[in-house]
């Protein structure tokens, strides 16, 4: 897995216009492009591409592309943005992952903060709490775009109660991605592992209560790893 450059959460200074706000939309142009440019070299070190940067930003991409060669020593890397879920629904830790980048971006998100810093705050957040990140900041950013453009829902695990993130259009999805990864190898009715195999596929049938861990797990994604 490539390494991940590692973020720190925004430390407010006084802008140039002296607020005690975000400025990236000040009517100060001076200030508001001040603002704008930190936060383009902030994205950068935290491994945004250029496109990625223009769009939180609102910055030129001529200026962005100069600002990106300027640190890392070459151009930013060429390639589509993410259009597509199918990444994330391949591993249900990528799942989780996501759930819990949605959940901090609705703790963090304020009205008189810009997209950037939000973005920002919430990987580096993000970065703290987990061991391995499974989501770079691009991945991260596009799971915010799902939500929003309704791609994505926000549901409650039967098991669990716990929120967690589903496409819309699967209605049968009731486990949340924690309760699938801890119930792989454990019965969804009594919570006992399951007899281990020395070769071959788990065990999906309960020795204890003999209940069929398929069945109990309809929401259950067989494909994912």
């Given at each position: 897995m490539k390494?991940?450059?590692?973020v720190t959460p925004f430390v407010l200074c006084t802008p140039p216009c002296g607020s005690d706000k975000d400025c990236a939309r000040c009517e100060i142009k001076p200030c508001a492009d001040a603002t704008r440019i930190h936060d383009a070299v902030r994205l950068i070190q935290a491994g945004a591409r250029a496109t990625l940067v223009c769009q939180l930003t609102d910055l030129p991409k001529k200026l962005v592309k100069r600002i990106y060669i300027m640190l890392q020593?070459?151009?930013s890397p060429r390639g589509q943005m993410p259009f597509t879920d199918a990444w994330y629904l391949e591993n249900d830790l990528r799942m989780l992952h996501a759930t819990l980048v949605w959940q901090l971006h609705n703790r963090i998100a304020r009205k008189n903060r810009s997209e950037a810093r939000i973005v920002l705050d919430v990987y580096a957040v993000y970065q703290c709490i987990v061991d391995k990140p499974q989501l770079d900041l691009t991945r991260a950013v596009f799971v915010l775009s799902l939500m929003a453009m309704?791609?994505?829902?926000?549901?409650?695990c039967q098991?669990?109660?716990n929120a967690f993130l589903a496409p819309a259009d699967e209605k049968h999805d009731i486990a949340c991605p924690g309760c699938r990864l801890y119930h792989r190898y454990r019965c969804y009715r009594c919570g006992?592992?399951?007899?281990?195999?020395?070769?071959?596929?788990?065990?999906?049938v309960c020795s204890h209560c003999m209940d069929s861990k398929v069945s109990n797990a309809n929401s259950s994604k067989r494909g994912r790893r």
């Open positions: 390494s991940m450059n590692y020593g070459h151009p309704d791609l994505w829902q926000q549901r409650h098991y669990c109660g006992n592992a399951f007899d281990a195999h020395a070769m071959g596929r788990p065990r999906t």
